[in-house]
């Protein structure tokens, strides 16, 4: 079963102005972790935000931030004040079960987003 | 943060012939994640490396076609074997540190 959903296969913005990019998850484990990448053409995959479930609040990341909606089972990116290199795709994933001392359990990634940021 | 160096970057390669790729952290990790992303699709993870045991495979990859060494806390590499035309990717190796998972550069693979 899908477990990290990205309804949106592209979206477009105005430079300078802010877009969110959308993310649901699936998991009955209380304990897991939410992640955003950026894959720009070049093919790295660039990380770019962390919400734990027990995190009190949302996280942020200069332009990034995660609007965190724990009972909707929603983690969108928003990223104000677009540039021309955010034009890239952005892969929501999470992380199921607590970490323990030295590693971490896989991520499971959804199917990307393709921004585009138009001049 | 971790840095994690990949090679090669990208690779075209005979069908039939093994690549192996090679990630080197700048610091130790307990475990490597390698993930194979195909042409317009998201990532797929093949395999978990522990040092020091045979590393885990997930459901549709076998040991044979992507053998996996951990020989160390800060090295691992990933063979393709035997490619084939639909091993055409990137793979992309994985590691955390603290809360955030890094990722390599990736290699591009193209098998003709």
């Known amino acids: 079963a899908q477990k990290i959903t990205q309804t949106q296969p592209g979206m477009f913005v105005q430079e300078k102005e802010a877009v969110t990019l959308d993310c649901t998850y699936d998991t009955s484990d209380p304990s897991y972790g939410l992640f955003w990448y950026k894959q720009p053409s070049s093919g790295e995959m660039i990380f770019l935000i962390y919400q734990g479930s027990y995190d009190q609040q949302n996280a942020t990341e200069g332009r990034y931030s995660l609007n965190f909606q724990k009972a909707r089972k929603s983690a969108n990116l928003v990223i104000s004040a677009s540039q021309l290199g955010d034009s890239a795709m952005y892969f929501c994933?999470?992380?199921?079960?607590?970490?323990?001392?030295?590693?971490?359990?896989?991520?499971?990634f959804g199917a990307g987003t393709r921004l585009a940021v138009h001049p | 943060s971790a840095v994690i160096s990949q090679k090669p970057s990208r690779d075209i390669c005979q069908r039939g012939t093994s690549l192996t790729i090679q990630c080197q952290v700048d610091?130790?990790?307990?475990?490597m994640f390698w993930y194979r992303q195909q042409p317009g699709q998201s990532l797929t993870l093949i395999a978990t490396?522990?040092?020091?045991?045979?590393?885990?495979?997930e459901s549709g990859f076998v040991i044979d076609k992507f053998p996996i060494s951990r020989p160390n806390l800060t090295f691992s590499t990933l063979t393709v074997s035997n490619m084939s035309p639909e091993d055409s990717s990137i793979y992309l190796c994985?590691?955390?540190?603290?809360?955030?998972?890094?990722f390599g550069q990736g290699t591009r693979l193209t098998v003709v």
């Open positions: 994933a999470m992380r199921e079960g607590r970490m323990f001392s030295g590693g971490y359990n896989k991520l499971i």
């Open positions: 490396a522990n040092q020091g045991s045979e590393a885990t495979y």
């Open positions: 994985s590691a955390r540190a603290n809360t955030e998972a890094f």
């Open positions: 610091s130790q990790v307990t475990m």
